[in-house]
Protein backbone atom coordinates (compact mmCIF):
# COMPACT_ATOMS: atom_id res chain seq x y z
CA UNK A 1 0.00 0.00 0.00
CA UNK A 2 1.35 3.50 -0.84
CA UNK A 3 2.91 5.92 1.99
CA UNK A 4 2.80 9.85 1.33
CA UNK A 5 5.18 11.88 3.16
CA UNK A 6 4.82 15.79 2.76
CA UNK A 7 7.19 18.29 2.96
CA UNK A 8 7.89 22.12 2.29
CA UNK A 9 5.45 23.64 4.28
CA UNK A 10 6.41 27.08 6.71
CA UNK A 11 6.18 30.47 7.33
CA UNK A 12 6.11 33.28 4.82
CA UNK A 13 4.94 36.63 4.51
CA UNK A 14 1.68 37.46 2.20
CA UNK A 15 2.53 37.49 -1.55
CA UNK A 16 5.44 34.52 -0.78
CA UNK A 17 5.79 31.37 -2.59
CA UNK A 18 6.50 28.08 -1.04
CA UNK A 19 6.71 24.77 -2.93
CA UNK A 20 5.31 21.53 -1.46
CA UNK A 21 6.27 18.04 -1.88
CA UNK A 22 4.35 14.99 -1.24
CA UNK A 23 6.79 11.94 -1.90
CA UNK A 24 4.79 8.92 -2.43
CA UNK A 25 6.46 4.94 -1.75
CA UNK A 26 4.76 1.93 -2.48
CA UNK A 27 3.04 2.23 -5.94
CA UNK A 28 3.92 4.43 -9.00
CA UNK A 29 2.25 7.53 -9.17
CA UNK A 30 2.27 8.04 -12.89
CA UNK A 31 -0.76 5.35 -12.94
CA UNK A 32 -3.45 7.46 -10.54
CA UNK A 33 -5.25 11.01 -10.31
CA UNK A 34 -3.49 12.28 -7.22
CA UNK A 35 -4.94 15.77 -4.78
CA UNK A 36 -3.88 18.21 -2.48
CA UNK A 37 -5.94 18.95 -0.02
CA UNK A 38 -5.57 21.42 2.81
CA UNK A 39 -7.66 22.72 6.64
CA UNK A 40 -7.54 25.41 8.72
CA UNK A 41 -8.41 25.59 12.26
CA UNK A 42 -12.17 25.65 12.64
CA UNK A 43 -12.91 24.83 9.01
CA UNK A 44 -13.54 21.50 6.73
CA UNK A 45 -10.99 20.13 4.63
CA UNK A 46 -11.12 21.21 1.15
CA UNK A 47 -9.69 20.47 -2.36
CA UNK A 48 -6.79 22.73 -3.68
CA UNK A 49 -5.59 20.50 -6.88
CA UNK A 50 -5.77 17.63 -8.62
CA UNK A 51 -3.87 16.42 -11.33
CA UNK A 52 -5.83 13.82 -13.13
CA UNK A 53 -3.41 10.10 -14.13
CA UNK A 54 -3.68 11.80 -17.72
CA UNK A 55 -2.05 14.87 -16.40
CA UNK A 56 -4.73 16.96 -16.28
CA UNK A 57 -5.18 19.69 -14.24
CA UNK A 58 -8.12 21.00 -11.49
CA UNK A 59 -8.01 23.89 -8.95
CA UNK A 60 -10.23 25.03 -6.12
CA UNK A 61 -12.13 28.13 -7.22
CA UNK A 62 -9.99 29.90 -4.70
CA UNK A 63 -6.70 29.58 -6.12
CA UNK A 64 -7.45 31.83 -8.99
CA UNK A 65 -3.86 30.69 -11.32
CA UNK A 66 -1.46 31.23 -7.80
CA UNK A 67 -0.71 27.67 -7.62
CA UNK A 68 0.54 24.65 -9.71
CA UNK A 69 0.39 21.05 -9.09
CA UNK A 70 2.82 18.75 -10.78
CA UNK A 71 4.87 15.54 -10.36
CA UNK A 72 7.80 14.38 -11.03
CA UNK A 73 7.05 10.65 -11.84
CA UNK A 74 10.40 9.11 -12.00
CA UNK A 75 11.29 10.64 -8.35
CA UNK A 76 7.63 9.73 -8.06
CA UNK A 77 6.22 13.15 -5.94
CA UNK A 78 4.15 15.07 -6.33
CA UNK A 79 4.05 18.56 -5.60
CA UNK A 80 2.45 21.71 -5.90
CA UNK A 81 3.88 25.26 -6.05
CA UNK A 82 2.27 28.07 -4.56
CA UNK A 83 2.85 31.94 -5.23
CA UNK A 84 1.05 35.05 -4.55
CA UNK A 85 0.18 33.48 -0.64
CA UNK A 86 -2.67 35.14 1.20
CA UNK A 87 -3.27 35.00 5.26
CA UNK A 88 -6.13 32.93 4.03
CA UNK A 89 -4.31 30.31 2.75
CA UNK A 90 -3.06 29.40 6.55
CA UNK A 91 -3.86 25.69 6.75
CA UNK A 92 -2.02 21.94 6.98
CA UNK A 93 -1.63 20.98 3.71
CA UNK A 94 -2.11 16.88 2.92
CA UNK A 95 -1.44 15.03 -0.24
CA UNK A 96 -3.97 12.33 -0.77
CA UNK A 97 -4.82 9.25 -2.92
CA UNK A 98 -7.61 6.77 -4.15
CA UNK A 99 -5.57 3.49 -4.51
CA UNK A 100 -8.33 1.11 -5.89
CA UNK A 101 -10.54 2.13 -3.63
CA UNK A 102 -8.85 2.57 -0.93
CA UNK A 103 -7.99 6.60 0.58
CA UNK A 104 -4.53 7.29 1.89
CA UNK A 105 -3.00 10.36 3.55
CA UNK A 106 0.11 11.94 4.19
CA UNK A 107 0.54 13.53 7.87
CA UNK A 108 0.21 16.90 6.28
CA UNK A 109 2.86 19.79 6.01
CA UNK A 110 1.76 22.97 7.99
CA UNK A 111 1.69 26.39 5.61
CA UNK A 112 1.48 29.88 7.74
CA UNK A 113 1.11 33.47 6.08
CA UNK A 114 1.44 36.25 8.36
CA UNK A 115 3.08 39.43 8.22
Known amino acids: QPRLVESGGGSVQPGGSLRLSCAVS????????MDWYRQAPGKQRELVAT???????LYGEFVKGRFTISRDNTENTLYLQMNNLKPDDTAVYLC?????????WGQGTQVTVSS
Open 26 to 33: GIPISRYS
Open 96 to 104: HINYNTVIF
Open 51 to 57: ITRYDGE
